[in-house]
Structures are given as C-alpha cells and as structure tokens.
C-alpha cells in the first residue's frame, strides 16, 4: 500500500513539471499594493465561453492554465470595493492589472458579507477602507464572521469545532496572543472550514488566517497598550503591556509582538459527593487563587535575497509562572475537616523556525520548505496539608518536550488548477520526571513519537460556478511509550482524503453552496498518556492512560449561504475508537476520585446551525446563532444516544462618530452529556471605546455584566457528584492604546512560516 502511494504521488509529481500553456500577472491598487483574492474569469473569443477561473495570490498574482493556445481571451478582474477591470489578452503574461477604488462603496458602511470572496472550502475577507475593526480586539471581529463565533468562555469555534491553528501572517499563534492584537490593524482574514491535507492528519478543525495590514513607502507602524482589570466582588485582577512593531529596512522586513501580562485566576466550588455502597455522604467547598505572571517575545524576520528567493526566521520565548492555592473545607461523617494544596508550576517555551522560499517561474511554480523546532519545560511541585494527616505531602514533577518538524511543499500549474505536493516529517521527545511522589505515587513516562507523511492535492474550477478542491494525505503515528520499565508500542498508518465542492449558485445575490468530506487520524498528546496524577483537589487528580489507541474520525459538512446574511449548516462525524474521559473512584483511597481516559467503540456527533447576519441600521450590526447538537457514545459499557444540546447567542456591535461598542448575550440551556447532568449558562459581555488624539489613542472597556456558572452533576455506578460552579464571574477592564506610525512606511513582507504541531503541550494562555 505505501510503495503504491509513492508511485502515485511521485507520477502526479512529474506530470505537474510538464509543460502548460497558462495565462499570468498581477492584480494592485493605485498604490501597487498586491490585491490577494481578487477574482479572475478568463473567456475565449469571438464567443466569449468561459475557459477557466480562479483567484490571485497574496502576492496578487495569478497563473491559469488554457486550452487552444493560438486564440485571443477576455481576462475579466473584480474585488469588492474597487472597479471591474476586463481586457483582451493572449497566452504568456498579462502584465499588471490595476484596480480603482470604487468610491460609492468605500463611503457608505459597508455589509461585511459584501466584501466576502468564497472559496472551495470556505472564503476570504478583505478589510481594506472598513472601519468595522475599529475599538475591537481581534477575538471580537472574528466573531462576526460567519460559521465563527465564541463560546461560554470566550474561546474561537467554527461551526462549534475549536480551530485547528490560527495563523498571524503565517505564524502560528494562540488565542492569549490573538487577544493582544487591535482589530484596527487587520487586513484580512482567511476561514477554511476544514485544515485540509496540508496540515497534520489529526487535524479535525478550521483553519483562521489572519494578515496585518502593511505600509506602503516604508517606515514603522505599531501600538502599545496598557490595561488594568477589576473583578466586581474581588477587586483587583491583573493588568497587562503589550506591544507590536513591524518595519521594514531595504530587503530586511521586521516584525515583533511582546506582552507582559499578570492576572488572578479564581474559582468557587461547592461539592456534594455521594457514595453509593455505603450512603454517604461528603460535602466540601473549594477556593481556587492564583496569580499567573506570563510574558512572551514573538520575533519574525524576513529577508529578500533577489526577486525570486526569499529567507525568513522566527523565535519565540514563553515563560509562565503561577502559584495557585485550593483551599478546601469539607464535612464528613459529622466531623469537620479541611486541606491545602499549594501547586506551584513554571512553563518555558522556546521556538525557533526557518523558512525558505523561491519563486522558480512566472506561471506560479514554486518551492517552500519550512522547519520548525520546539522545546517546552514544565516544572511542577505539589504540596499538600491536611488535618487528616500529621506531615505535609510533596511530589515534584519535570517535564520537557522537544519537536521538529520539516515540510517541503512544491506547487505548479496543472490543466486549468493548481497541484500541491509534499513531505511532512515531525519528530516528538518526551521525558518526564518524577521524585518524592504524594501518594499514590505517579510514574515516570518516555515518550517517542513520529509523524511522516506524504501528500498531495489539486484545486481548481470546473466551471464558473463550480470550484472544487481535492487532497490526498498518508500518514503514520508512531509512539513509543515506556513507563517504569513497561513498554507500549503503537504504529498506525492511514490514508486521509479531503473533498471540498462549492457552486455559486446565484453570485450576485450572494446564494452558494459547500460540501465537505475529511477523515483524520488522531494523534495522542502526551497529556492523555502521562501516567503522572495531576491534583485539583485532595480529593480529585487527573491522570493519562498509556494504553490508549488513536482514534479516526470521518466528517461530512454541507454550508448553505443564503444574500450573503443567512448561513445554514450541517455537520456529521463519526470516531472509531473515540477517546472519552471516565470518572472512577481511586482504588486505594475511596474517598478520592480521578478522571482518566479511555477508548470506547465509537462516536457520532451531528451538528445544526442558523446564522443571520443583518445591519438594522447604519451604526448598527448584529449577529443571530443558534446551533443544535447530538451526541452519542458507546464507551463498550455504556451507550448514550441522541444526547441533545442547544445554544443561542446574539452579538451586537455599534458604531458611531469616534465611539462605539459592543454588547454580546449567549444561552447555553441544560443539556445532558454522558454520565454528566449540565445546568444553564447565560452570559451577558461587551465592549466601549472611544477614541483621541485624531484616533492614535484609544480608551476601551471590555467587561463581563452578568454571568450564570454551570453546575454539573456526575452519576457513576459507585458514586454522584454534584459540582455547584459559585466562582463571582463578573469584572470590567479598562485599556489605553497608543497607534503609532513614521517613516517612510515601507511594505512590510510577511515573516516566517511557523508550522508546529501543537497538541502534545498546552497552548499559550489556553
């Protein structure tokens, strides 16, 4: 199977170095600043039959392949919010096509949905002259866009999923480091419902790529920005400094982000445990603080060596310290007693990745390589005291992850698309050691993982309402696991296809639809296999389980999209040896409980949602979603079908002269999922700003009005467990932004491509 792979892959390979007869050039505004995403029909002459289709780079350029070379063609160009621009041409380069801004459109508010381009598997939108990120934080534009919206805890989706990866001018980053960009700064934002074949198999997600705009003549641009939060019954809770500079000297182009941010994480819990076999009961209450002190340097640098060869790099340092206390009080058998678990931890991450490119013709061939390595240190101690007990008990535990990943990428014309071929090899170390464990004692767990993968996909339009993308991916995980002597094998290959289909049905008004398969193949971090037991509590610690089979996962979604404002979707997987977390009672201890991973049989989830995307007014914006879900799970033991769920939310964003703000409600009803019984959650957040100074300052507020937290009863066959979530949500927080510019505002180019894997570690800030 694998050496017919190759062959395959390698004849598609040779057929895409053959030789095509294509038409090329480059799409710019006024200020010969590339225009990406803008549309190109191409048409043959007298009778003007549509040839082929496509869409430009983020360079601005374009490559599509033609028959009947000896005949004249119509190049037909359109980008929302500029001019129609249409020539006649021949085969060979069309040279530069210049876009004018369409004044109409730019001085009236502008609909989102109109400057949306579709794409096979999901669309672009260009934010160029649109003052809708104007006072919001990234998180907050993002969450106008359609099929993306954030959870009860603020957190990204799209269509309900977490994204896979979201980018920031091809940097892979985390939504902490995503909440520290001004919406202002966009230009665009790229959403592809599923990773496609390019990224990791394991990938289940969408894909969120987001580009900065740039200067145009050189020089330096950036902000800075303080901000102080306060909680409305606990007072002070944190401040935070970031800022970002990008600039550009010559052929060097620079771009750096740096945050230092320190806030207070706090939970209250009320616990009621009930112990089955011998009716009783225990009733505790816990106090979670924590001051966390998180810092991070983000530097991208990219140089170009001539007009054809391009070398970018890219660090990162991370480092995050938080001291959190639980302070828990319980009663049991009519006697009064009480703990404290002090869990001091540090992380450190470092990142170093090197990206070259080079652009080997005009018709759009090119070659990428990226590599990427990552080392990640976690040190954990846990110290706990008790009345039960007459000495304090320790465990120390040290962490450390090292990941490299190399990626070629070549990609050409081919017929009337474009075909992308591939290698990805990433390699995974990891060592934990643990001494002076609490009991029940941890283990120590070695780790080796490798992913290599071959791919290839081919994208294109088979009419001009029909674009489609295909892509094939082979992949192996291979893990090595020892624990305390004990070794645990496992190897799996697999194939993984990706299908995405789009027709326009109507494309003035705005009517399409998607359709889109993907399977994947699931990875296993290091979290879900360490076997050393994490304590929340004394009475509850999460520990992974080593035995664990990747799990694979096949995923079919249909999008319709309706004037570009209303979005239905339909959403079905299905998981073969899904992975679910049980709650058992500790064999040793049967007043401790532990929550710890396992494989059941199989998963399916099916997914529902309504978007309505609507401006009321001039200065008024809204979106309307409500998504309904069904889960089901046979764990071998149990089987739960068609659990159901729903959640409605209502984003509103106002815009007036130089102030404005946001105002955001979500219900999340109750809902029963597994073994767990979930109460409702209502939220009630916005934002206000205003802005100084001709707009290079800005006052905000972001704030949390009302919040009602979970509780969540747990039923197993030895025990329930009541969860009562009574943690005080509700604070306001208060920012000054300074924007600054100078020089001669040079264009900066993007930086380096960050292609790490992510998901054997925590994710900044997540």
């Known amino acids: 199977m694998k050496k017919l792979l190759l062959s395959v892959l390698f004849i598609v390979f040779c057929v895409g170095l053959s030789f095509s007869q294509s038409i090329s050039g480059k799409v710019t505004d006024e200020k010969n600043e590339a225009i990406p995403y803008a ?191 306060d909680n409305f019954y606990s007072g002070y809770n944190g401040g935070a400094v970031d800022n970002s500079f990008s600039a550009r000297y010559g052929k060097l182009s620079i771009y750096n982000s740096i945050l230092y941010d320190r806030s207070k994480l706090y939970s209250d819990y009320q616990n009621d445990h009930f112990f089955k076999d011998r009716h ?57 007693q009480s703990s404290s678990l002090y869990s001091p931890n540090r992380n450190d991450m470092y990142q170093a990745v090197l990206n070259y490119t080079w652009d080997m013709n005009k018709e759009g061939r090119k070659l990428d390589f990226t590599a990427d390595y990552l080392r990640n240190n976690v040190k954990l101690d846990q110290e706990q005291t008790s009345t039960e007990i007459s000495e304090e008990e320790t465990s120390h535990t040290s962490q450390h992850t090292d990941m490299f990943r190399m990626k070629p990428v070549f990609t050409t014309p081919l017929a009337k698309g474009e075909l992308s071929i591939g290698g990805d090899m990433q390699y995974i170390r990891y060592r934990d050691e643990l001494t002076n464990a609490m009991e029940p004692q941890g283990r120590n767990t070695k780790m080796d993982g490798y992913q290599p993968a071959l791919f290839a996909g081919y994208s294109g339009a088979a009419s001009e ?124 201890n049967s007043d401790v409980s532990y929550t710890i991973p396992r494989n059941g049989k199989s998963q399916s989830f099916t997914l529902f949602s309504l978007e309505w995307r609507t401006n009321p007014f001039k200065w008024w914006q809204a979106k309307a979603s409500a998504y309904y879900r069904l889960q089901s799970l046979n764990t071998g033991i149990y089987n739960y079908n068609n659990q159901s769920s729903y959640t409605l939310s209502l984003n509103n964003n106002f815009k007036f002269s130089g102030f404005g703000g946001t105002l955001n409600m979500l ?63 509700e604070y306001a927080k208060l920012s000054l932004i300074w924007f600054f510019n100078g020089g001669k505002n040079v264009q900066a180019k993007e930086g380096a491509q960050s292609i790490q894997e992510y998901q054997v570690y925590e994710k900044i800030g997540n």
């Open 667 to 729: 219900y999340d009803p109750a809902m029963t999922y597994l073994n767990e019984s979930w109460k409702y959650v209502f939220n009630v957040s916005g934002s206000a700003y205003k802005t100084l100074v001709k707009k290079k300052l800005e006052l905000r507020a972001n704030f949390t009005l009302y919040r009602h937290e979970r509780t969540i009863t747990t039923d197993t066959p030895v025990y329930t467990l009541r969860a009562n979530n009574q943690t005080k949500s």
């Open 39 to 229: 549309n190109i029909i191409i048409s043959s002459l007298p009778d003007s039959t549509y040839a082929v289709g496509g869409v430009t780079k983020d360079d601005g350029t374009f490559n599509l392949n033609v028959e009947n070379a000896d005949g004249d063609f119509l190049l037909s160009v359109s980008f929302i919010g500029y001019n129609d621009v249409a020539k006649t041409c021949k085969v060979g380069d069309a040279g530069t096509i210049i876009l004018k801004e369409n004044q109409e459109v730019l001085d009236e508010v502008v609909v989102m949905g109109k400057r949306i381009e579709h794409k096979a598997n999901g669309y672009s939108i260009n934010l160029k002259n649109d003052k809708i990120g104007e006072g919001k934080q990234a998180p907050e534009l993002l969450s106008f866009l359609p099929g993306v919206n954030l959870d009860e805890n603020n957190a990204i989706k799209i269509l309900s999923k977490s994204p896979y990866a979201i980018y920031l001018n091809n940097v892979e980053i985390s939504e902490n480091e995503l909440k520290a960009i001004p919406a202002s700064q966009i230009e665009s934002v790229d959403v592809d419902y599923m990773a496609g074949m390019k990224e990791s198999a394991n990938a289940k997600g969408g894909i969120i790529r987001i580009k900065l705009k740039k200067e145009i003549d050189g020089g330096y641009s950036g902000h800075l920005r303080g901000s102080v939060s």
């Open 280 to 336: 009783e009961y225990i009733y505790s209450y816990e106090e979670y603080r924590n001051w966390s002190n998180s810092f991070y340097d983000r530097l991208n640098l990219t140089y170009d060596i001539s007009d054809k060869h391009s070398l970018g790099v890219s660090g990162l340092y991370y480092t995050n310290k938080q001291k959190p206390h639980t302070n828990t009080s319980y009663e049991k058998q009519d006697t009064e």
């Open 465 to 588: 309402k029909l674009y489609y993308e295909l892509g094939l991916r082979f992949q192996g995980s291979i893990m090595d696991v020892k624990t305390e002597g004990v070794n645990n094998n496992n190897e799996d290959w697999g194939l993984c296809p990706t299908v995405s289909l789009m027709y326009m049905i109507n494309p003035e008004k705005g009517h399409l639809v998607n359709l889109q398969y993907n399977r994947s193949l699931e990875y296993l971090p290091y979290s879900v296999i360490s076997t050393y037991k994490n304590y929340s509590s004394p009475q509850s610690y999460t520990v992974g389980n080593p035995n664990l089979t990747p799990p694979t996962n096949n995923t079919v979604t249909a999008i319709l999209n309706l004037f570009n404002q209303l979005t239905l979707s339909a959403y079905y997987s299905y998981d073969s040896n899904p992975i679910y977390y049980a709650t058992e009672v500790d064999a040793e």
